[in-house]
T-cell receptor, first 116, second 110 residues
Framework: ETGVTQTPRHLVMGMTNKKSLKCEQH?????MYWYKQSAKKPLELMFV???????ENNSVPSRFSPECPNSSHLFLHLHTLQPEDSALYLC???????????????FGPGTRLTVL | TQLLEQSPQFLSIQEGENLTVYCNSS?????LQWYRQEPGEGPVLLVT?????EVKKLKRLTFQFGDARKDSSLHITAAQPGDTGLYLC??????????FGAGTRLTVKP
């Protein structure tokens, strides 16, 4: 495996379900990110982790809970989601935190989430 | 109102045509990036521009950063079906806040 991988690629869940999204980067990077991409809206940065510590949390509802057990893996735990949470969830990684634009972000293919 | 406005939102052209898409803001950015996202994939970085007035070329793609560092354009010459995708701009402000536009969805028909 190379680059940034995400599983599952597609997920359908009910509002009472609990599920988790997984991201793995094979690039030796130190920073990882979760983004939400909804139709016709800009990418929304949700969480940033640098060296396994959360450095940014952009007012994301508590029904989204991130976990970064090591610098290669990032999870997004989902609980009691709403239909408006349906979107493409993208994971990215970079060598350093993207405060410096020299740290290019590499994105995974995303998980297409549908909440019924 | 979005921080970065991209236009047009949708663009459908024939192979061989030229096109320009725009990324505009009232904010000043220390740098700006363009990404292309193909269906079923994540965005892939095309270019980073950091100097006002800067022009960068990537084969048939020409990127320009506005003199005031508030806007940018992407021009594609002789578009090909392989150029089809969602083009996103992302700007970083001096407080390290990075924001994306909503994108221009380009379709190039053979």
């Amino acid at each position: 495996e190379t680059g940034v991988t995400q599983t599952p690629r597609h997920l359908v869940m009910g509002m009472t379900n609990k599920k988790s999204l997984k991201c793995e980067q094979h690039l030796g990077h130190n920073a990882m990110y979760w983004y939400k991409q909804s139709a016709k809206k800009p990418l929304e940065l949700m969480f940033v982790y640098s060296l396994e510590e959360r450095v940014e949390n952009n007012s994301v509802p508590s029904r989204f809970s991130p976990e970064c057990p090591n610098s290669s893996h990032l999870f997004l735990h989902l609980h009691t989601l709403q239909p408006e949470d349906s979107a493409l969830y993208l994971c990215a990684s970079s060598q350093g935190v993207a405060g410096g634009f020299t740290d290019t972000q590499y994105f995974g293919p995303g998980t297409r989430l549908t909440v019924l | 109102t979005q921080l970065l406005e991209q236009s047009p939102q949708f663009l459908s052209i024939q192979e061989g045509e030229n096109l320009t898409v725009y990324c505009n803001s009232s904010s000043v950015f220390s740098s700006l990036q363009w990404y292309r996202q193909e269906p079923g994939e994540g965005p892939v970085l095309l270019v980073t521009v950091v100097t006002g007035g800067e022009v960068k070329k990537l084969k048939r793609l020409t990127f320009q950063f506005g003199d005031a560092r508030k806007d940018s354009s992407l021009h594609i010459t002789a578009a090909q079906p392989g150029d089809t995708g969602l083009y996103l701009c992302a700007g970083k402000r001096n407080n390290n806040d990075m924001r994306f536009g909503a994108g221009t969805r380009l379709t190039v028909k053979p």
